[in-house]
């Protein structure tokens, strides 16, 4: 009846979960920004996206970016999911962008939930050391992992928490938000305490905010060392929010910093009225301090995960 004694699976050096509990806050725009933005510093790079929703934020299935591996698809959460089906390491799109490789989600990560439920009954909880076990021959060939993970699934947050060394959670300042970080908190100790010794919390940050509201800013950070622990670090980069460049910005698979850059040549308002381009074809204004932000925040997230002393 019993199963064999837990094996503690080392996680790789550099790997973060950006994870919340709660929907829509922004963990996947930060993970693909994190991601895009140690891959731009020349540091080897792997994103690997838990959640069974595809944002395609970096433009692989819609503008066919990286390379695909040969054989069967791994786009859709295919790849992740059959890695964790037969037991084998993770395959990625490689090169989506200089430096930057991708295991992609989507539906099929979903499926897992079955799979993960159905062995559960005869592993026990090594089930849910298969991300790290998938992940752990690849680790070597990278510097940076970043996991972008699944809103309110308690299977697949401790799936990426037990392959990861931190934890790293936005958070708006609504009390759903403030709800699910009590969930990736629950999730967290869980498997730090029977899976994954070497798990930390690098921080957590105020997404999609006024940067200028303080006082709510203050309020949130009382939240979130109630709910992670009064050592938690909160970056104080606040990202605000600027729904019209962001969504944009992912319809085109471009990261923020990406889709500034077009801004010189982008079509203006005037163009749009003389019928020589449409409404999509104008870059707003407003991508530049968006941009910004999320680099800062990221050198800032870079910082707190740096300072946390290793286990
Ligand atoms: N700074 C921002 N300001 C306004 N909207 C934003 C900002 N950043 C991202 N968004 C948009 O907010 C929505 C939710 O963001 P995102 O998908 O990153 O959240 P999520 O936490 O991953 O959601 P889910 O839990 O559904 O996976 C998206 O439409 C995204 O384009
Ligand atoms: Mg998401």
Not at 36 to 61: F, K, N, P, Y
Not at 65 to 80: A, H, K, M, T, Y
Not at 260 to 278: E, F, H, M, Q, W
Request: glycine share 8%; hydrophobic share 40%; aromatic share 6%.
């Amino acid at each position: 009846m019993l199963t064999d004694a837990v094996d503690i699976i080392e996680p790789p050096a550099n790997a973060v979960m950006i994870g919340t509990g709660k929907g829509g806050v922004g963990k996947s725009t930060l993970a693909a920004h994190k991601a895009a933005w140690h891959a731009a510093r020349g540091e080897r790079t792997l994103l690997i996206c838990v959640t069974s929703q595809d944002d395609d934020d970096l433009g692989i299935e819609r503008f066919n970016r990286g390379f695909r591996p040969e054989g069967p698809s791994v786009l859709n959460g295919q790849g992740l999911y059959r890695s964790i089906y037969d037991r084998t390491p993770l395959v990625p799109v490689k090169e989506v962008r200089p430096n930057l490789d991708v295991v992609p989600g989507g539906e099929a990560v979903g499926e897992l939930l079955t799979l993960l439920t159905a062995r559960m009954t005869v592993e026990g909880i090594h089930v849910v050391s298969s991300l790290a076990r998938a992940l752990a021959p690849l680790a070597p060939w990278y510097d940076q992992v970043v996991f972008d993970s699944a809103p309110e699934q308690d299977s697949l947050e401790q799936l990426a928490l037990a392959a990861a060394r931190w934890l790293f959670v936005p958070t708006r300042s609504d009390d759903t938000s403030i709800r699910g970080m009590r969930r990736i908190a629950r999730n967290y100790k869980l498997v730090r305490r029977q899976l994954n010794p070497y798990l930390k919390v690098a921080g957590a940050c105020l997404y999609g905010s006024n940067p200028s509201a303080t006082q709510l800013h203050e309020e949130v950070r009382q939240e979130v060392l109630r709910e992670l622990g009064t050592q938690t670090p909160m970056a104080t980069r606040v990202v605000g929010y600027r729904e019209m460049p962001a969504v944009n910005a992912r319809r085109k698979g471009l990261t923020f910093g990406e889709y500034a850059d077009l801004l010189p040549i982008s079509a203006k308002s005037y163009d749009v009225a003389a019928g020589r381009a449409t409404r999509a074809d104008v870059v707003p204004d407003s991508i530049r301090p968006l941009a910004l932000e999320m680099d800062l925040l990221n050198t800032e997230i870079d910082a707190l995960c740096r300072k946390a002393p290793a286990t």
